[in-house]
């Protein structure tokens, strides 16, 4: 292209409805910046969701888009896609609209390894029907469906998809641009399915339940930076440590002055490394899971087409059915 694109370049300009201070504003920013930076025509993005306030998203950036039904983004993208591999689909989902209702079309989006970006928006609730408990809703809130404190177990969105072997699986934070954009741009730049699980608030029902992730104060106690070829290291201090030892994690002390030598280092190409790490809670790991190349759904499905296409058109296809009778 001509001319370099800028972040600006991908928003629609139409009023943007969400409540203010909503997590999904930075979201729109980390996603409009990957777009700008791989610097692809608009033509050639197309983003899909499905229902929540995050599957507003394709009114507010400059592409192709499509707001479907309720859980259904992966599938439709997946027809996308397929008809036309060239595209850069984006799936924009909720941990309502992508793990309850539509938890079955993740799986297969997932097991196929069809080249979709998905991006899962989870703020721990319900939040455009107000306020019900969600498969991420952590056990013992309150909630307008558990008012006592929920007894499910929540879905972990990020060791969900390391367990279905996604060939790329990363978290970020809402508020944490930088990074989140890196984590964003390679992801959008793999070859089959990406899952992000972004950590966002909600300002009306869990304003306050991502703090100690945020807050300057509280933020290196509770999380920890995974990166590739690095140890876990955190707190603030940098006096701590997740390592892992006879297949387990586990959390060690030492004095930042002298770290100790054999402190687990994270390779993000192995999958029982991340299956591990991204199964923690706290403190709670960011960054980038796993990352393994591994042919995808659409080059599959048109080398086979390719080798077998045998037919010249669509008539020598219906003369050489296979005919059943119903007696």
């Not at 319900?126 to 558990?146: D, E, H, N, V």
């Amino acid at each position: 292209m001509a001319n370099k694109l800028i972040a600006k370049d991908f928003s629609s300009n139409l009023p943007v409805k969400w409540c203010p201070g909503c997590g999904n504003f930075g979201i729109l920013t980390i996603i409009q910046r990957t777009m700008a930076n791989l610097n692809l025509p608009h033509e050639k993005y197309a983003v899909i969701s499905g229902i929540g306030c995050s599957s507003r998203f394709p009114y507010y950036v400059n592409t192709y888009g499509f707001h479907s039904i309720h859980g259904r983004a992966p599938a439709i993208a997946t027809g996308i896609k397929l008809s036309n591999p060239e595209l850069l689909v984006w799936v924009i989902t909720g941990d309502g609209d992508g793990l309850s209702i539509g938890g079955n079309h993740m799986i297969h989006a997932i097991r196929r390894n069809i080249g979709l970006k998905i991006v899962l928006f989870n703020n721990r609730i319900y939040a455009l029907t107000k306020g019900q408990t969600s498969p991420t809703t952590l056990f013992g809130s309150k909630t307008k469906t558990a008012p006592i404190g929920s007894i499910d177990y929540p879905f972990n969105p990020a060791n969900f998809a390391v367990s279905l072997g996604c060939g790329f699986v990363a978290r970020g934070f809402d508020n944490d641009l930088n990074f989140s954009s890196e984590i964003m741009l390679e992801s959008a730049r793999h070859d089959g399915t990406s899952f992000v699980e972004i950590m966002q608030k909600c300002v009306v029902f869990t304003d306050k339940e991502f703090d100690q992730y945020k807050n300057s104060e509280t933020k290196e106690d509770f999380t920890v930076k995974i990166e590739n070829g690095k140890p876990m290291i955190f707190g603030k201090n940098k006096n701590k440590a997740v390592v892992i030892k006879d297949l387990k994690t586990e959390i060690i002390e030492f004095d930042p002055a002298k770290a100790p030598s054999d402190l687990t280092i994270y390779d993000s190409s192995n999958l029982n490394m991340a299956f591990l790490v991204s199964s923690l809670v706290s403190p709670l790991p960011y960054g980038i899971f796993y990352k393994a190349e591994k042919k995808s759904y659409e080059d599959l499905y048109y080398e086979q087409a390719g080798d077998n296409n045998k037919f010249e058109n669509i008539e020598d296809i219906f003369q050489n059915l296979e005919l059943y009778e119903i007696k």
